[in-house]
C-alpha cells in the first residue's frame, strides 16, 4: 500500500543495517554513526517520509555499495530521532511493510532507492488460517521455554488473525541468524513462510528442552553431592558425640584397617596410603571425595593373592564333565590333560589359554561353567561381544567423569579371589572404532608370559592374573585376531549326531525344560521315534538350542491344555502328535531332489552355525559370453568359480570324450566349443546370506559342466574340494561339520579330496556308516561319480586299481 499523501513510485532514502533484519509492526532503536546512513535518516526525518531499512549481506564492510545490500528490506517510519555529541544519532523506527528495491536511484549523499511492495494475501486461505493458528500456538511454547522473550510477546500474536502479521511478528521475536531471518523476510509465499517458522520453531523448541534437561540434570548432581556430603558430615559429628568414630569402613580407620589386611604389591600400598593422605586433607564437601573413596574401595577390595581351593581332583572333574555333559569326548580328554598338567605343575595353570571354538548352541559356555563347578572356583562370565572401547579391558583413567575399572578388574571384585574360573565369551564378535582396539587390550591380558604384571588405567598400579583360569569361547576361528589367536589353544566342538541330541535331549533338556515349565519331570513324554522325527523334522542345527525351544513350546501346550481343558497328566507326545504341537514340519530329508537335474549339483559348506548343504545352479543362456555369478558370493568363491570354467572349458577343448559328450549341442562348432552370444549363469539360492571360500569349486565345475554339456547330474550326491584350473581337487577343512550336514540333509553320497581322508577318522561312525565316501585328486576322476544316465556312459575310466579302492 502507498501512504496518503505519498506519490507511488518516489525514490526513497535507503539505510543499510548491520546485525538487524527489520519486519513489519516491529519498533528497532538504532545508533547511526556512518555519513550516508545520517544523511539518509535526516532526510526521511525532515520530509516526514519513509525509510527503507535493508540488511547488509556481510556485517563487516564499513563502505557497502547496492551489490552489498539484500534487495528486500522494510519500508519504515522514523517515529523519534536524537543527535548525540559525537555526530551520530540516536533513531527509534517502526516497520510497516515489505519492500523489494527495484533500482539504486543515487548513492551520494546518501542511498535513494526505488522500491515496490512485496505482494501479501489478501483472502487468506482455509490452510494459510490453519498454519498461522499452528504458528501461535507453537510460538506460545517457545516464549514460555526462552528466558529472553517476554510473556507479552505472546500476547500479541495470540491477538493478531492476519496471517501475514503473524508471520512477521513470529519472525521479528525468532531468536535464530540473520541470514534465516532474512530468508524468512525475502519469501513471498505467506504459506511458505508460515511452514518455514514452524520448522524454526521445532529446531530452537528440541534445542531448548535440551538445555533445560541439561541443566535439571547438572542442577540436581549437584543438590544430591551437597545433600550427601551435608549427611555424611552429620554423621561424621554424630559418631564423635557417642564415641564411635572410626567404627564405619568408610572412614578413614576404616581404610586402614582394610589395607593392612591384604597383601597388596608395595606399588599398590604406596597408592593407597597416597590416597588415603588425599583423602583425610580434603574438605568432607568436596566433589572430589567420592573420586577418592571410590578409587579405594576398588583398590582394596581385590583379593591381592587370596586363593579359592586349587586342589586339582582330575577324576573327580572328570565325573562331572561326564553328568553335566554329553559326548564332547575329544573337548573333555583335552580340559582333562589340561588340569593334570596343572596338578602335577603345582601351579594353578600352565602356560597357555583354552579356547572353545564351535557353532552356537554346543555347549561351550556350559562346559566352562561346569569346569569351575567342578574345581570349586567362582565362575565370572565377560561378555565381549559388540565391544568397541579399549577401556572396557584397561579400564578408564580416573580423570574421567565416571571412571571404572575395566572387565577384568571387575570381574575379580565379583570374585573376590585371584584364580577364578574367567569365561570370555563371544571372543570374535569385539569391534573396534577411534576408542581404540580391545583385542589388542586383550592380548596383555590372555599372554600368560604378561598377564602376572596387567596395568589396568583405573587402578594406575600392576596386579597380577596369572592365576585366572582363562576360557574363551569363539563362534568362528577366522574372526579372531591373528595376534590374539597365537595365545590361544583352540579346541574345536564340532556339531552333535542324532544319537548325541537325542541322548542330551533325554538327560539334559527335557528335566530342564519341564522344572522350568512348572511341570514334574515325566509329564510330558516322547512316543517311539517322536524325539528322533522332532530333531529331523524341527530342527537343522549344530547345537541343541533351536531343539530345546521346540520342546519348551511342547511343554507349554501341554501345560495350558492342563490348566483350560483338565487334560490328565503325564502326556504322551507321539509322532504323528508333533504337527499339532509345533505346526508343520519346517525341514525334511525329501527336500532335496530326487531326480537327476541338468546344472544343479550340491556343495558341502561350513560357516559359524556348523555344516550347510548347498544347491549349486548352472545354465547356459543368451548373453554376451559372459560368466554371471549372482546369490551375494564373496570374492573367493567368486574366483573359484571363475578357475572351474576355465577348467571345464579345457576340457572341452582338449578331450575327445567331451566333445563327444558335445555333438548334440549347439555350443560345438566346427569341432570347437563356441559360446559367443551365451552368458554361463551360476546361482547359488539363498541369495541373502553371503557365502565365501574355495571348498565349493568342485560343486561349481559339475554343474558347469552339466549345463554345458546338457548331461543330468544323479541327486543326493554331494561332493566339496577346491579346485585348480588343471583340474586337481585339493584339501579342505570343516570336514566333520559338513559330513555332519551332509548325513543330516539326506545326502547319500559325498566326495572328498583324497588328502582329507585321515581327517574322516575324526567323525562319528554313526554318521559315516550313512555316507557313501568317494576320494577323488582330480576333477575327471569325480564326474563317473556325478553324472547320470548315458553321460556317465560317456566318461572314459580314468580310475587306475588303486585309485578305485578310494572310492570307500
Given at each position: 500500500m502507498t501512504p496518503p499523501g505519498e506519490a507511488p513510485g518516489r525514490a526513497l532514502p535507503l539505510l543499510p543495517t548491520r546485525g538487524l533484519v527489520l519486519f513489519p509492526k516491529m519498533l528497532a532503536p538504532l545508533f547511526v554513526g556512518r555519513g550516508r546512513s545520517v544523511r539518509a535518516v535526516e532526510r526521511a526525518f525532515g520530509e516526514q517520509s519513509p525509510l527503507v531499512l535493508s540488511a547488509q549481506r556481510e556485517p563487516g564492510v564499513e563502505d557497502p555499495g547496492p551489490d552489498d545490500i539484500w534487495p528486500v528490506g522494510t519500508k519504515a517510519r522514523v517515529l523519534h530521532l536524537s543527535r548525540l555529541p559525537d555526530g551520530s544519532m540516536k533513531v527509534l523506527v517502526e516497520g510497516e511493510e515489505r519492500v523489494r528495491i527495484v533500482r539504486y536511484e543515487a548513492t551520494e549523499p546518501c542511498f535513494l532507492v526505488t522500491a515496490a511492495p512485496l505482494p501479501r494475501q489478501r483472502r487468506p486461505t482455509a490452510r494459510t488460517r490453519s498454519l498461522a493458528r499452528r504458528v501461535r500456538d507453537v510460538?506460545?511454547?517457545?516464549?514460555?521455554?526462552?528466558?529472553?522473550?517476554?510473556?507479552?510477546?505472546?500476547?500479541?500474536?495470540?491477538?493478531?488473525?492476519?496471517?501475514?502479521?503473524?508471520?512477521?511478528?513470529?519472525?521479528?521475536?525468532?531468536?535464530?541468524?540473520?541470514?534465516?531471518?532474512?530468508?524468512?523476510?525475502?519469501?513471498?509465499?505467506?504459506?511458505?513462510?508460515?511452514?518455514?517458522?514452524?520448522?524454526?520453531?521445532?529446531?530452537?523448541?528440541?534445542?531448548?528442552?535440551?538445555?533445560?534437561?541439561?541443566?535439571?540434570?547438572?542442577?540436581?548432581?549437584?543438590?544430591?553431592?551437597?545433600?550427601?556430603?551435608?549427611?555424611?558430615?552429620?554423621?561424621?559429628?554424630?559418631?564423635?558425640?557417642?564415641g564411635e568414630a572410626g567404627g564405619g569402613e568408610d572412614d578413614d580407620e576404616g581404610y586402614r584397617g582394610r589395607l593392612a589386611a591384604l597383601a597388596l604389591s608395595p606399588a599398590a600400598r604406596?597408592?593407597?596410603?597416597?590416597?588415603?593422605?588425599?583423602?583425610?586433607?580434603?574438605?568432607?564437601?568436596?566433589?572430589?571425595?567420592?573420586?577418592?573413596?571410590?578409587?579405594?574401595?576398588?583398590?582394596?577390595?581385590?583379593?591381592?593373592?587370596?586363593?579359592?581351593?586349587?586342589?586339582?581332583?582330575?577324576?573327580?572333574?572328570?565325573?562331572?564333565?561326564?553328568?553335566?555333559?554329553?559326548?564332547?569326548?575329544?573337548?573333555?580328554?583335552?580340559?582333562?590333560?589340561?588340569?593334570?598338567?596343572?596338578?602335577?605343575?603345582?601351579?594353578?595353570?600352565?602356560?597357555?589359554?583354552?579356547?572353545?571354538?564351535?557353532?552356537?548352541?554346543?555347549?561351550?559356555?556350559?562346559?566352562?561353567?561346569?569346569?569351575?563347578?567342578?574345581?570349586?572356583?567362582?565362575?565370572?562370565?565377560?561378555?565381549?561381544?559388540?565391544?568397541?572401547?579399549?577401556?572396557?579391558?584397561?579400564?578408564?583413567?580416573?580423570?574421567?567423569?565416571?571412571?571404572?575399572?575395566?572387565?577384568?578388574?571387575?570381574?575379580?571384585?565379583?570374585?573376590?579371589?585371584?584364580?577364578?574360573?574367567?569365561?570370555?565369551?563371544?571372543?570374535?564378535?569385539l569391534g573396534s572404532d577411534w576408542h581404540g582396539d580391545p583385542a589388542a587390550a586383550l592380548m596383555e591380558v590372555l599372554d600368560p608370559a604378561h598377564n602376572h604384571a596387567f596395568r589396568d588405567a583405573y587402578l594406575e598400579c600392576e596386579y597380577d592374573l596369572s592365576r585366572v583360569f582363562f576360557i574363551a569361547t569363539v563362534n568362528d576361528v577366522d574372526a579372531v585376531p591373528a595376534t590374539l589367536y597365537d595365545r590361544l589353544e583352540v579346541i574345536h566342538l564340532s556339531g552333535y549326531t542324532l544319537t548325541e541330541k537325542l541322548a542330551i535331549a533325554r538327560r539334559h533338556l527335557l528335566p530342564r525344560v519341564a522344572r522350568d515349565s512348572g511341570l514334574r519331570p515325566g509329564d510330558v513324554r516322547y512316543g517311539r521315534g517322536a524325539l528322533a522325527r522332532l530333531i529331523r523334522g524341527y530342527t537343522r542345527e549344530a547345537g541343541v538350542r533351536e531343539l530345546e525351544r521346540c520342546l519348551r513350546r511342547v511343554a507349554r501346550k501341554v501345560a495350558r491344555r492342563h490348566l483350560e481343558s483338565g487334560l490328565a497328566l503325564p502326556v504322551t507326545v507321539a509322532a504323528a502328535?508333533?504337527?499339532?504341537?509345533?505346526?508343520?514340519?519346517?525341514?525334511?530329508?525329501?527336500?532335496?531332489?530326487?531326480?537327476?537335474?541338468?546344472?544343479?549339483?550340491?556343495?558341502?559348506?561350513?560357516?559359524?552355525?556348523?555344516?550347510?548343504?548347498?544347491?549349486?545352479?548352472?545354465?547356459?543362456?543368451?548373453?554376451?559370453?559372459?560368466?554371471?555369478?549372482?546369490?551375494q558370493l564373496g570374492d573367493v568363491m567368486q574366483e573359484s568359480a571363475t578357475a572351474a570354467w576355465g577348467h571345464v572349458l579345457r576340457l572341452a577343448e582338449t578331450e575327445p570324450w567331451v566333445r563327444r559328450?558335445?555333438?548334440?549341442?549347439?555350443?560345438?562348432?566346427?569341432?570347437?566349443?563356441?559360446?559367443?552370444?551365451?552368458?554361463?549363469?551360476?546361482?547359488?539360492?539363498?541369495?541373502?546370506?553371503?557365502?565365501?571360500?574355495p571348498s565349493a569349486g568342485l560343486a561349481l565345475a559339475a554343474a558347469m559342466f552339466s549345463a554345458l554339456t546338457g548331461v543330468p547330474l544323479r541327486p543326493r550326491v554331494a561332493m566339496t574340494?577346491?579346485?585348480?584350473?588343471?583340474?586337481?581337487?585339493?584339501?579342505?577343512?570343516?570336514?566333520?561339520?559338513?559330513?555332519?550336514?551332509?548325513?543330516?540333509?539326506?545326502?547319500?553320497?559325498?566326495?572328498?579330496?583324497?588328502?582329507?581322508?585321515?581327517?574322516?577318522?575324526?567323525?562319528?561312525?554313526?554318521?559315516?556308516?550313512?555316507?557313501?565316501?568317494?576320494?577323488?585328486?582330480?576333477?575327471?576322476?569325480?564326474?563317473?561319480?556325478?553324472?547320470?544316465?548315458?553321460?556317465?556312459?560317456?566318461?572314459?575310466?580314468?580310475?587306475?586299481?588303486?585309485?578305485?579302492?578310494?572310492?570307500?
Open positions: 510460538f506460545a511454547r517457545y516464549v514460555d521455554l526462552h528466558p529472553q522473550l517476554p510473556d507479552e510477546a505472546q500476547d500479541v500474536v495470540q491477538q493478531t488473525e492476519d496471517p501475514d502479521e503473524v508471520a512477521d511478528i513470529v519472525a521479528a521475536h525468532l531468536q535464530v541468524g540473520d541470514e534465516e531471518k532474512q530468508a524468512l523476510l525475502a519469501t513471498e509465499s505467506t504459506e511458505q513462510r508460515l511452514v518455514a517458522l514452524l520448522e524454526s520453531l521445532a529446531e530452537e523448541i528440541a534445542a531448548l528442552d535440551l538445555e533445560q534437561e541439561i541443566g535439571r540434570k547438572v542442577q540436581e548432581r549437584i543438590e544430591r553431592g551437597q545433600r550427601q556430603a551435608l549427611l555424611r558430615e552429620q554423621l561424621r559429628v554424630i559418631r564423635d558425640e557417642i604406596a597408592l593407597a596410603e597416597r590416597a588415603l593422605r588425599r583423602l583425610s586433607e580434603l574438605p568432607s564437601l568436596s566433589s572430589e571425595v567420592a573420586v577418592v573413596r571410590g578409587h579405594l574401595d576398588t583398590l582394596l577390595g581385590l583379593p591381592w593373592g587370596r586363593l579359592a581351593p586349587s586342589e586339582v581332583d582330575v577324576a573327580a572333574v572328570a565325573r562331572h564333565l561326564e553328568r553335566t555333559h554329553h559326548g564332547l569326548r575329544d573337548v573333555k580328554d583335552r580340559i582333562l590333560e589340561y588340569l593334570a598338567v596343572c596338578r602335577l605343575r603345582g601351579a594353578d595353570q600352565p602356560a597357555t589359554i583354552l579356547c572353545l571354538a564351535g557353532p552356537p548352541g554346543t555347549g561351550k559356555s556350559s562346559v566352562a561353567q561346569s569346569i569351575a563347578e567342578a574345581l570349586g572356583r567362582p565362575f565370572v562370565r565377560v561378555a565381549l561381544g559388540g565391544v568397541r572401547d579399549e577401556a572396557e579391558i584397561r579400564g578408564h583413567r580416573r580423570t574421567y567423569v565416571g571412571a571404572m575399572p575395566g572387565r577384568i578388574i571387575d570381574g575379580l571384585l565379583k570374585a573376590g579371589v585371584d584364580n577364578p574360573v574367567v569365561l570370555l565369551d563371544e571372543l570374535d564378535k502328535d508333533l504337527g499339532d504341537y509345533l505346526g508343520p514340519a519346517p525341514w525334511e530329508e525329501e527336500s532335496l531332489p530326487r531326480r537327476a537335474r541338468v546344472g544343479e549339483s550340491l556343495g558341502l559348506a561350513y560357516t559359524a552355525d556348523g555344516g550347510e548343504v548347498l544347491t549349486i545352479e548352472a545354465a547356459v543362456v543368451k548373453g554376451r559370453g559372459e560368466l554371471v555369478l549372482t546369490g559328450l558335445l555333438r548334440r549341442s549347439p555350443y560345438l562348432r566346427d569341432g570347437a566349443v563356441d559360446l559367443s552370444g551365451h552368458d554361463v549363469r551360476v546361482h547359488v539360492p539363498e541369495g541373502a546370506v553371503p557365502k565365501d571360500g574340494g577346491e579346485i585348480t584350473l588343471g583340474g586337481r581337487v585339493l584339501r579342505v577343512g570343516g570336514l566333520k561339520e559338513k559330513l555332519l550336514a551332509a548325513a543330516r540333509g539326506g545326502v547319500r553320497t559325498v566326495l572328498l579330496p583324497a588328502t582329507n581322508r585321515p581327517q574322516v577318522g575324526e567323525v562319528p561312525a554313526e554318521v559315516t556308516a550313512r555316507l557313501r565316501l568317494v576320494y577323488v585328486t582330480s576333477f575327471a576322476e569325480a564326474l563317473p561319480h556325478v553324472l547320470a544316465g548315458r553321460g556317465r556312459m560317456g566318461v572314459p575310466d580314468l580310475l587306475s586299481g588303486d585309485d578305485a579302492r578310494r572310492r570307500g
